[in-house]
């Protein structure tokens, strides 16, 4: 845990930052929730403000402010997504991250193909590639692995293996549709965290 300033409030607040699991990158956390709370996350984009437990930290139900979530992306580079990050570490099966350049989640309004650096669905992965990418009003931003393989992105070959119904596959978020061969939504105590950072080096 790590205190960032909140020039709103003036005052010093707890966030979790991860300086290690990846080489050149520094990470907050702005977002995690457990399958069983998805409900809850499920229509909230990053873009509406809701914050939960912003001032006692837990896996299992969180976000922050929109504002505080706005003066971190100021100063950042990256956004990525894991799995079970609070009992797993860093994995990069079930994994995001891409350019806030390309995906900026603070404010992007958005239901189709994106670019990543790299993204791994049940085992199935691409760098440099594009692949679906979806957060509107009234979704929690989201990959639908499903979809993305139908719309000509370049990841396609996470359709094997998909859950087709109801809705297509959901996977780092929404979850209507869930396959519990995602580490994300593996069971109830499946945890998925979206986290926005700087690339130093």
Request: aromatic letters at 16%.
């Amino acid at each position: 845990m790590y205190l960032l300033f909140d020039p709103a409030s003036t005052s010093l607040y707890q966030v979790f930052c991860d300086f290690t699991s990846e080489n050149g990158f520094i990470w907050t956390v702005i977002d995690s929730f457990s399958l069983a709370n998805k409900n809850e996350f499920a229509d909230k984009a990053f873009y509406k403000d809701y914050p939960v437990n912003q001032e006692a930290f837990t896996w299992k139900r969180y976000r922050l402010s929109r504002s505080r979530i706005n003066v971190i992306a100021n100063h950042s580079t990256h956004v990525r997504a894991t799995c079970n990050f609070n009992t797993d570490g860093l994995q990069y099966i079930d994994y995001l991250r891409a350019k806030l350049s390309d995906i900026d989640v603070t404010s992007l309004n958005f239901d189709g193909c994106k670019s990543y650096e790299y993204i791994n669905i049940r085992g199935y992965d691409c760098s440099n590639c594009t692949a679906q990418f979806t957060q509107v009003d009234r979704w929690h931003a989201h990959v639908d692995s499903y979809h993305g393989s139908r719309i000509g992105c370049q990841l396609t070959s996470p359709l094997a293996g998909a859950v087709i119904s109801p809705g297509g596959e959901d996977n780092f978020g929404f979850y209507q549709t869930i396959n519990p061969a995602h580490r994300c939504s593996s069971s109830n105590n499946s945890t998925t965290q979206w986290w926005i950072g700087e690339q130093y080096s």
